[in-house]
C-alpha cells in the first residue's frame, strides 16, 4: 500500500514539474512575442478609402517598422511627406527610383519598365472592369524616391495628383515609417503577397515576423492555461470518495 501511494506521489511530482515548466514556457513565448511585436510593429488606423479594396477606411493595422531603403515594389506602406499632409497616409508602391512607370497598355494595365503589371486587389470600375489608372501618365522615378499609388485608383489621391511637382509626383524613401504586415481590425491578417511585381528586378519583399510572433502569443496562452489547470484536473481525477468507498460497505453486509 504504501509503495502505491508512493507511486501515486511520485506521479504528483512529475506532474506538478511539468506543469510548472510548460507554465513557466508559455511565459517566456507570451511575452517574448508581445514585445517582439511592440518593438517590431506599430499600429496605425487607415484614414481614408484610397486603399479599398484591400484597407477598408477605419482598419486598424500594424506596420513593421523598416527603413524606407528596405522598400520594394508592392509593398504598401506608411508614409509621412509634409508636401502630401500632416498625417501619416497608407498607399502602394508602384515603383522605385529609376523606373519609368506609366499608364496604361491597351489592356488597362500599369507597366513599370514596359512590363504590365497584374494588379488583382484594384477596385473595379464602370462596367467592372479594373483599370490601373483613370489618369493617364509616364513617369520616371528619380533616385531614392518612390511612385505611391492607392488601390482604389478612381479616388485615391496619390503620386498622380502630384505629377507637376519637383519629383513628379515621387516621395523620398526616408518619408516611410513602416511597411504593412497585417490588418487586425476587422481581422483580415496577413496582406497577400504583390505577385504581380514578382518578375521586376529585385523581386517583392518577404512577409514580416507578425506570424511567427503571433504564433508564439498563442502558444503561450495555451501552456500557461494547460499548465495552470493540471493541478485542480489531476486532484479531481485521483480524489477517492470518502469512507471507504463501497468496498468497505460490502464487507459489512457480508459479516
Not at 75 to 96: C, N, Q, Y
Not at 191 to 197: I, R
Not at 227 to 250: D, I, N, S, W
Request: proline share 8%.
Amino acid at each position: 500500500m504504501s509503495g502505491k501511494s508512493g507511486t501515486q506521489g511520485g506521479h504528483g511530482r512529475l506532474g506538478s514539474v511539468l506543469s510548472g515548466l510548460a507554465v513557466a514556457v508559455g511565459c517566456l513565448l507570451f511575452l517574448g512575442g508581445f514585445v517582439g511585436g511592440a518593438l517590431l510593429y506599430q499600429p496605425y488606423s487607415v484614414p481614408t478609402d484610397s486603399m479599398t479594396p484591400t484597407l477598408d477606411v477605419g482598419s486598424k493595422i500594424l506596420a513593421e517598422r523598416v527603413d524606407g531603403d528596405e522598400v520594394r515594389r508592392g509593398d504598401v506602406v506608411v508614409f509621412k511627406d509634409p508636401l502630401w499632409g500632416d498625417s501619416p497616409m497608407v498607399k502602394r508602391v508602384a515603383a522605385v527610383g529609376g523606373d519609368t512607370v506609366a499608364c496604361c497598355d491597351p489592356d488597362g494595365r500599369l507597366t513599370v519598365g514596359g512590363k504590365p503589371v497584374v494588379e488583382p486587389y484594384l477596385r473595379p470600375g464602370v462596367g467592372g472592369r479594373a483599370v490601373a489608372s483613370d489618369k493617364e501618365f509616364s513617369v520616371t522615378v528619380p533616385e531614392g524616391s518612390l511612385f505611391l499609388l492607392g488601390d482604389d485608383r478612381h479616388t485615391s489621391l496619390d503620386s498622380r495628383t502630384h505629377l507637376e511637382e519637383a519629383g513628379q509626383g515621387a516621395v523620398p524613401r526616408s518619408t516611410v515609417v513602416g511597411r504593412v504586415d497585417a490588418v487586425v481590425w476587422p481581422t483580415k491578417g496577413l496582406l497577400e503577397p504583390p505577385t504581380g511585381y514578382a518578375d521586376l528586378p529585385g523581386g517583392i519583399s518577404r512577409p514580416g515576423p507578425f506570424e511567427a510572433l503571433f504564433t508564439a502569443i498563442v502558444a503561450g496562452c495555451v501552456l500557461i492555461f494547460a499548465g495552470a489547470a493540471y493541478g485542480p484536473v489531476a486532484r479531481r481525477l485521483t480524489r477517492r470518495p470518502a469512507g471507504g468507498g463501497p468496498a468497505r460497505k460490502r464487507e459489512k453486509v457480508g459479516a
